[in-house]
């Protein structure tokens, strides 16, 4: 069911929740520049399965606000929205399914929110350490970061100027389907909330780089953690820090796969995520 709440802050955010068979259910959170759809294939399969299922829009992202405050991008606010959710939907049996900067919010969540952990952690082309420079976004080169962030502080990418792309379609099929259209938002309507989430994230890292190794090494539920050989924005070797602060966690690398391992090789992810959940999950 497709529903909206209003955060704390004034913040619109948008989220589907299946109920199925099984009342645990699998939440899902989307990595920077995305929305919900990037998850399509995966919550298909887990429905199949009979699991309930939420998904969420991340502020700035896809049907959700996009504030214009930088300070309203902090991962606290992330995990805030997401709590307040979880208690909306009365969900308290749950596992975090975070891609990338949706790890990230998944590892604020378990930071701020201790005595509501999830069940489960899942932990996809994510770390504890941030991947890449002040000067390199998504390690690109700094010529590119700095006009990332020059057109991100400038009008022409506030969402309001593009109000009629309200939920684009960004998986497989739907790029394949919309590209045109998927290469012109990408490049430009989404930028400032790219930059401003991701400065943030790494604000967030450096100022609690302690607290979360910690939290991570006392994480007392299941922990899953996956990798794609190939990726460039997260590099395998920093998902395997992750692996070393956790040694009960699961580690899988996709040795063929880049930084969209959730869409590439979703079937294939999604048999992991499966298996990992039937073996560490009585229900």
């Known amino acids: ?47 199949k399965k009979g699991f309930s299922t939420l998904v969420i829009d991340l502020r700035g992202h896809g049907q959700s606000s996009s504030p214009l405050e930088f300070e309203k ?6 995990s805030r929205d997401l709590r307040q959710i979880l208690t909306q939907e009365k969900i308290n049996d749950f596992s975090l399914i975070g891609h990338s900067l949706g790890g990230g919010v998944a590892l604020s969540y378990c930071l701020h929110y201790p005595k509501k952990l999830p069940s489960s952690l899942v932990l996809i082309e994510t770390s504890t350490t941030f991947p890449f420079k002040h000067n390199r976004l998504l390690n690109m080169g700094p010529y590119i970061t ?19 792309f309200k939920d684009i379609d960004l998986s497989f099929t739907g790029m394949k389907e919309n590209w045109k259209l998927i290469s ?23 100022k609690n780089h302690h607290r979360i190794d910690t939290m991570i090494k006392n994480f007392p539920n299941p922990v899953l953690l996956i990798a794609g050989g190939r990726d460039k924005v997260v590099p395998p070797e920093y ?17 063929k796969a880049g930084h969209k391992v959730i869409m590439d090789d979703a079937e294939k992810v999604s048999k992991v995520v499966y298996n990992f959940l039937n073996e560490n999950l009585k229900n």
């Open 1 to 47: 069911m497709e529903q909206k709440i209003i955060s704390f802050d004034g913040s619109e955010i948008y989220y589907q929740h299946h109920k199925g068979k099984k009342d645990y259910t699998l939440t899902f959170l989307h990595g920077v520049g995305a929305n919900w759809t990037v998850w399509k294939k995966e919550l298909n399969f887990f429905k």
């Open 73 to 78: 991008y902090r991962l606290y606010h992330f």
């Open 146 to 164: 700095h006009f990332l962030r020059f057109i991100a502080s400038h009008k022409l990418t506030n969402k309001e100027h593009f109000f009629h």
């Open 184 to 206: 012109h938002l990408i490049h430009i309507t989404p930028i400032r909330s790219l930059v401003k989430a991701l400065d943030n994230l790494e604000r967030f890292v450096f």
């Open 239 to 255: 998902v395997h820090l992750v692996q070393k602060l956790n040694h009960n966690a699961k580690y899988h690398l996709f040795r």
